[in-house]
């Protein structure tokens, strides 16, 4: 059983930025880098939301051809918008949030997305998951951001033992040096997609094999 001490979690950071480096960014760290706007973060999230990664980058790539300011996005239609990031999942809905997003950033934020969770979580369709997001990368706030990757391998490694993704954020915040709360969630989501699956994880090629407590791993490869 590996023990969790500020040696150990820092040795796991550097094999996963390690990992990271050998695999195709992820689309919000891709974004975060280009642009270093809190809104491209903050509209490539709601995008992204329970959609493929490489259908969230075009998708975002084609809107914000379209419309690269809250009051240039406010100025399109959900029709637009629609055509825009379609096949991303609930392409409707989205673009109908993503427009209300665009108009309540100009009305009441000076058409500046703003650097607080509450106020983040009151536009539409941004919960914890995407606020803490926009905060880390948009801000540079430290702030954990726990997706599906994040919280099954945190339980998998035995970093912590939870039942939800609100859980795995407070343990985490618990148990992480302050300086890594922000680049934890790339690193795992890089690791999730690549070689920690759900199901059948890549175990005989995994460069932290030796740390993981592999948790719930009934079948890998």
């Known amino acids: 059983m590996t023990r969790w001490n500020e ?64 009051e240039e996005l406010a100025q399109l239609d959900e029709e637009e918008i629609a055509r825009a990031i379609y096949p991303a999942g ?20 000076d058409g500046k997305v703003p650097a607080l969770r509450d106020a983040l979580l009151g536009l539409p369709g941004v919960g ?47 148990l992480l040096p302050k300086d890594l709360w922000i680049p934890i969630n790339d690193l795992l989501v890089t690791f999730g997609q690549n070689q920690c699956h759900p199901t059948s994880p890549r175990c005989s090629t995994c460069p932290i094999v030796d740390l993981c407590e592999r948790h719930g791993v009934t079948r890998s490869r």
């Open 7 to 70: 040696t150990t979690i820092r040795e796991l950071v550097t094999r996963l930025e390690a990992f990271r480096n050998r695999c195709r960014p992820t689309t919000l760290a891709t974004v975060e880098h280009a642009t270093r706007s809190p809104f491209h973060i903050l509209v490539s999230c709601v995008i992204s939301l329970r959609t493929k990664d490489e259908v969230t980058e075009a998708a975002s790539k084609r809107l914000f051809a379209l419309a690269s300011s809250p």
């Open 90 to 109: 609930f392409y409707n809905t989205k673009a109908r949030q993503l427009r209300q997003i665009a108009a309540i950033l100009i009305d009441r934020f």
């Open 128 to 174: 914890r998951k995407t606020a803490n997001l926009v905060l880390g990368m948009g801000f540079q706030i430290p702030a954990i951001c726990v997706d599906t990757h994040v919280h099954r391998i945190s339980n998998r490694l035995g970093l912590v033992t939870t039942s939800n993704p609100v859980q795995t954020e407070q343990a985490l915040m618990r």
